[in-house]
């Protein structure tokens, strides 16, 4: 254990993490590749939705996919842990990036202090988070409001069905008609949690 915390200190303060495992699963599968794939094998779907989408779906699924890691028992060692918490570190800044920047008129110097206060990234990289998030308004936020509908969707079918539901069954229904806007999403749940209630 004290070799484990300690090692969990000398990466933090080296910046040295393992942020592989949270990075495949956002990215490859069950992540955007996964969701896109599927998305783009819907032939039903016309062509701008199978090859189009709404960032707060394909963002939001990815962010949902790195939460399953430790579910689905990715994170194997402390590091791989850590690595997903300094993720989720940084989503935490983009979202006050994003807002700073565009709610409340922050400038980007201002953008850069507040990373550089708060982060141990690099000052090359944290300039270009800030120029990423002045160019996008809204995307750091539609990556996580994505997320907490999803899992907000399955909360509530657990809840709804109990003991009847099914977590495959459930990822079936957010992938399987490609990106959906959040409100259109839910209802469409909404439907499919009642029609599993009367099966």
């Known amino acids: 254990m004290k070799s484990t915390l300690i090692s969990l200190l000398f990466s933090f303060i080296l910046g040295c993490t393992d942020q592989s495992t949270s990075s495949s699963q956002h990215e490859a599968s069950p992540g955007h590749h996964f969701q896109g794939t599927i998305q783009q094998e819907i032939t039903d ?13 394909s963002e939001g699924w990815a962010l ?7 579910e689905l028992g990715l994170f194997t060692d402390p590091m791989m842990w850590y690595g997903r918490l300094v993720d989720e570190q940084l989503r935490a800044m983009r979202l ?7 709610a409340l008129g922050w400038s980007r110097e201002q953008a850069i202090q507040y990373m550089l206060d708060n982060s141990s990234m690099p000052e090359s990289d944290i300039t270009s988070e800030v120029e990423r998030y002045i160019a996008t308004p809204g995307q750091a936020l539609s990556y996580k409001i994505g997320q907490f509908k999803i899992r907000e969707l399955r909360e509530l079918s657990e809840k709804e069905l109990g003991e009847q539901f099914d977590i495959k069954e459930f990822h079936t229904q957010i992938l399987i008609d490609g990106g959906l806007p959040m409100p259109i999403l839910e209802a469409k749940i909404k439907r499919w949690i009642d029609s599993q209630k009367k099966s």
């Open 45 to 57: 779907l016309p062509m701008f939705r199978r090859f189009g989408g709404y960032t707060v779906y």
């Open 64 to 70: 949902y996919a790195e939460s399953l890691g430790k």
């Open 96 to 102: 006050v990036l994003d807002t700073g920047l565009h």
